[in-house]
């Protein structure tokens, strides 16, 4: 059974940076597509960023656009993100997610980590 675990988040303030990471296990991590989830109080899941299976090619949600920005490292079995550029509304659970590349319906999820931006 395949599992996934977040680090990074924390409190901090608007303007400021993040780096979330997201180690697997007990996967074949270089056939998963790498995704990035946040929920907010009261809201519905989102996507955030995508990173393809293989590195070469990322999709983000247009509130991350030219803040974010997702990685992988296939050898350490780990996908980041980084966030720049801080707003109040990022203040979110963020959950990692994986998917098989030949079967989306086969997934993983992590049990998220809290990012709160304060002003």
């Known amino acids: 059974q395949g599992r996934l675990v977040e680090s990074g988040g924390g409190l901090v303030q608007i303007g400021g940076s993040l780096r979330l990471s997201c180690a697997a296990s007990?996967?074949?991590?270089?056939?998963?597509?790498m995704n990035w989830f946040r929920q907010a109080p009261g809201k519905t899941r989102e996507l955030v960023a995508h990173i393809s299976s293989d590195g070469e090619n990322t999709n983000y949600a247009d509130s991350a656009k030219g803040r974010f920005t997702i990685s992988r490292d296939n050898a350490k079995k780990t996908v980041y993100l980084q966030m720049n550029s801080l707003r109040l509304d990022d203040t979110a659970v963020y959950y990692c997610?994986?998917?098989?590349?030949?079967?989306?319906?086969?997934?993983?999820w992590g049990q998220g980590t809290q990012v709160t931006v304060s002003s």
């Open positions: 997610n994986a998917k098989f590349r030949f079967n989306q319906d086969l997934e993983y």
């Open positions: 007990d996967i074949g991590f270089g056939l998963y597509h």
